[in-house]
């Protein structure tokens, strides 16, 4: 008999053997001979190329290889107007694994359609799927019909020796299908995800299943737009997620639960939570608001996204305006709180809120200006917040940044200064300062355009200082750059930097470090060349009788190659061939 995950994998081959076959319907209907003969019958051209990179460091080289290779091609075949990009991509020094790292791709299209084989992506939803798989797919996307269906693998399995001290954290190999349709455009549409993700059994060795329970999951999503007028739109978003944490639990006998046992089987390890959320956005001459609400039930989960925030809801505003034709305000304002259920002990909520305004003062001053805060507050929940405790914070940041630059028949000037103060205060009565941070940031940068010889350098400065309890640190950094293209056809180019920073930490620590950094690139045709090399030498300059010089140096060098190539090309009369 067919197991249950058999049979979800026979369902979306079914569901693409449908669409593929309307695929060559519609290939068939759309498109008559005549214009499959205007196409060229078989271009082939590609590109591969290589990045080999050597590190040293005086400290040792224990968290990173010396020597780093990389190699990548693609070839992209059209055969009657038809396209199939491969790629390929290989690394010798993936620190997560101890073998080398292969990626292989093919995104074919034709017209609406794109197929995808091999390690892809697809898009299904905000809170169904943000991860990609390694597998085949199909979508088409028309005027106003789209719609599309994969199968893959979403993450390989990790299966360690268990006897080996140093095992990496074992993990079960994920496998997914979903299937994705949607009809309109613009500002009127709706679309509908299915996603069905679950974890294989015995991908892992059988002590980490007694350790690892095994998961499974069924969401589906429903997106849409409408445009009410053509000044005010709506948007919703919606999510539900059917979660078991471990498809081993004991089945919920129930009639009305056993009608969906196919797509999902309710065990006494599931969860069923829903997210979503809508907006109403206003579109006027010289203003642009929206207002929006987002809701995530706590332990929401789908085994298609990397990670997901739950058990928050937000309400918020953004809004935006020109006025004078010059002067650009924009402002927003937005609160949030976890403990939906009010099952936590306690309540936290934050607020958001922003304001920033720009304005070319002349043609060459531009001054900006910003400020943003966030508030957090604690309150009772389940049991009540005892004061002494009690979250009660609060940030602020402003920023000014003005621009001012000169042009000339021989010499561009750009002038920009840069301020940025913040402060991050506990504001509980029985705080006694611990965790209270003011920083303050300040830069400038001048930038001289030597337009006869084609070059720019840059110089710039900045200061930041930072004081907490007890505390003070201290940065300084001071850099120039310049970079320029030789040969008549430019096809040399080269740039070249050098900073210095000085970091003090009061009576504890004083830094110096000096880097340098070289890059040059040169294309030949078909061929391009390009070399990297960069050098930092940093040392502590504490001066104290009992603490002894720590420095290190590094060189990193880095020299890489691309080959774009036309391997054949097969035209239609009337065109030259090769």
Same mark, same amino acid.
């Given at each position: 008999?067919?197991?249950r995950?058999?049979?979800?994998?026979?369902?979306i081959?079914?569901?693409m053997?449908?669409?593929?076959?309307?695929?060559?319907?519609?290939?068939l209907?759309?498109?008559?001979?005549?214009?499959?003969?205007k196409?060229?019958?078989?271009?082939?051209?590609?590109?591969?190329?290589?990045?080999n990179?050597y590190?040293?460091?005086?400290?040792?080289?224990?968290?990173?290889?010396?020597?780093?290779n990389?190699?990548?091609?693609?070839?992209?075949?059209?055969?009657?107007?038809?396209s199939?990009?491969?790629?390929?991509?290989y690394?010798?020094?993936?620190?997560?694994?101890?073998?080398?790292?292969?990626s292989?791709?093919?995104?074919?299209t034709?017209?609406?359609w794109?197929?995808?084989?091999?390690?892809?992506?697809?898009?299904?939803?905000?809170?169904?799927?943000?991860?990609?798989?390694?597998?085949?797919?199909?979508?088409?996307?028309?005027?106003?019909l789209h719609?599309?269906?994969?199968?893959?693998?979403?993450?390989?399995?990790?299966?360690?020796?268990p006897?080996?001290?140093?095992?990496?954290?074992?993990?079960?190999?994920?496998?997914?299908w979903?299937?994705?349709?949607?009809y309109?455009?613009g500002?009127?549409y709706?679309?509908?995800?299915?996603?069905?993700?679950y974890?294989?059994?015995n991908?892992?060795?059988?002590?980490?299943?007694?350790?690892i329970?095994p998961?499974?999951?069924v969401?589906?999503?429903?997106?849409?737009?409408?445009?009410?007028?053509?000044?005010?739109?709506?948007?919703?978003?919606?999510?539900?997620?059917?979660?078991?944490?471990?498809?081993?639990?004991?089945?919920?006998?129930?009639?009305?639960?056993?009608?969906?046992?196919?797509?999902?089987?309710?065990r006494?390890?599931?969860?069923?939570?829903?997210?979503?959320?809508?907006?109403?956005?206003l579109?006027?001459n010289?203003f642009?608001?929206?207002?929006?609400?987002?809701?995530?039930q706590?332990?929401y989960t789908?085994?298609?996204?990397?990670?997901?925030?739950?058990?928050?809801?937000?309400?918020?505003?953004?809004?935006?305006?020109?006025?004078?034709?010059?002067?650009?305000?924009?402002?927003?304002?937005?609160?949030?709180?976890?403990?939906?259920?009010?099952?936590q002990l306690?309540?936290?909520?934050?607020?958001?809120?922003?304001?920033?305004?720009?304005?070319?003062?002349?043609?060459?001053l531009?001054?900006?200006?910003?400020?943003?805060?966030?508030?957090?507050?604690?309150?009772?929940?389940?049991?009540h917040?005892?004061?002494?405790t009690?979250?009660?914070?609060?940030?602020?940041t402003?920023?000014?940044?003005?621009s001012?630059?000169?042009?000339?028949?021989?010499?561009?000037?750009v002038?920009?200064?840069?301020?940025?103060y913040?402060?991050?205060?506990?504001?509980?009565r029985?705080?006694n300062?611990?965790?209270d941070?003011?920083?303050?940031?300040?830069?400038?940068?001048?930038?001289?355009?030597?337009?006869d010889?084609?070059?720019?350098?840059?110089?710039?400065?900045?200061?930041?200082?930072s004081?907490?309890?007890?505390?003070? @640190? &201290?940065s300084?950094?001071?850099?120039? %750059?310049?970079g320029?293209? #030789?040969? /008549?056809?430019?096809?040399? !180019?080269? *740039? =070249?930097?050098?900073?210095?920073?000085?970091?003090?930490?009061?009576n504890?620590?004083?830094m110096?470090?000096?880097?340098?950094?070289m890059?040059?690139? @040169? &294309?030949?045709k078909?061929?391009?060349? %390009?070399?990297?090399?960069? #050098?930092? /030498?940093?040392?502590?300059? !504490?001066? *104290? =009788?009992?603490?002894?010089?720590?420095?290190a140096?590094?060189?990193?060098?880095?020299?890489?190659?691309?080959?774009t190539?036309?391997?054949l090309e097969?035209?239609?009369?009337?065109?030259?061939?090769?």
């Open positions: 008999m067919m197991s995950h058999s049979s979800r994998a026979y369902i081959c079914i569901i053997l449908l669409v593929s076959s309307g695929m060559r319907a519609q290939s209907t759309q498109n008559s001979i005549s214009t499959i003969a196409s060229d019958p078989l271009i082939i051209t590609g590109a591969i190329g290589t990045q990179t590190y040293n460091s005086s400290a040792g080289a224990g968290f990173r290889s010396p020597w780093s990389t190699l990548n091609a693609n070839l992209n075949i059209q055969l009657y107007g038809i199939m990009p491969f790629a390929f991509y690394s010798n020094n993936n620190r997560s694994f101890s073998f080398p790292h292969i292989f791709h093919i995104d074919p034709y017209k609406n794109r197929g995808h084989i091999g390690r892809s992506s697809m898009d299904m939803g905000s809170y169904i799927m943000n991860m990609s798989f390694n597998g085949v797919g199909l979508e088409y996307s028309g005027d106003r719609f599309g269906a994969f199968y893959g693998e979403l993450r390989n399995a990790i299966n360690d020796d006897s080996d001290p140093s095992a990496r954290q074992p993990q079960y190999k994920r496998m997914g979903g299937v994705k349709v949607g309109g455009s500002r009127n709706i679309d509908l995800y299915l996603l069905s993700a974890d294989r059994l991908s892992i060795d059988e002590y980490w299943q007694q350790k329970d998961q499974e999951n969401a589906i999503g429903l997106k849409g737009g409408l445009g009410v007028t053509r000044w005010l739109t709506l948007r919703g978003n919606l999510a539900f997620s059917a979660f078991n944490k471990d498809y081993r639990a004991q089945r919920i006998k129930s009639a009305t639960l056993d009608k969906w046992d196919k797509i999902f089987e309710a006494y390890s599931s969860l069923m939570r829903i997210a979503g959320d809508v907006s109403a956005n579109n006027l010289n642009n608001t929206s207002v929006f609400y987002r809701m995530v706590p332990d789908t085994l298609g996204m990397y990670y997901t925030s739950n058990n928050y809801q937000s309400l918020g505003i953004n809004m935006s305006t020109t006025l004078f034709q010059k002067l650009s305000l924009s402002g927003s304002f937005s609160g949030q709180e976890d403990n939906i259920t009010r099952n306690y309540t936290t909520r934050g607020f958001i809120y922003t304001a920033n305004a720009s304005m070319p003062i002349t043609h060459q531009h001054m900006s200006v910003g400020y943003s805060g966030y508030r957090q507050l604690q309150s009772d929940g389940r049991a917040v005892n004061d002494t009690r979250v009660n914070r609060v940030m602020n402003l920023y000014f940044t003005p001012y630059s000169i042009e000339g028949d021989h010499l561009d000037h002038f920009s200064l840069s301020m940025n913040s402060e991050n205060k506990d504001l509980n029985f705080s300062g611990e965790s941070v003011k920083t303050l940031a300040a830069g400038m940068s001048y930038s001289l355009g030597l337009k010889y084609e070059m720019d350098v840059t110089t710039s400065l900045s200061h930041q200082q004081t907490g309890y007890n505390t003070k @640190y &201290t300084e950094v001071l850099s120039v %750059s310049t320029r293209s #030789f040969l /008549k056809d430019k096809s040399l !180019n080269v *740039s =070249a930097g050098l900073s210095m920073c000085y970091n003090n930490i009061q504890q620590q004083r110096l470090s000096l880097g340098a950094d890059s040059a690139g @040169y &294309t030949l078909a061929h391009v060349f %390009s070399f990297n090399a960069a #050098f930092n /030498k940093y040392s502590d300059t !504490n001066l *104290s =009788a009992d603490n002894s010089s720590i420095g140096s590094e060189l990193t060098l880095s020299l890489g190659y691309t080959y190539f036309s391997l097969l035209k239609k009369k009337g065109k030259s061939e090769k």
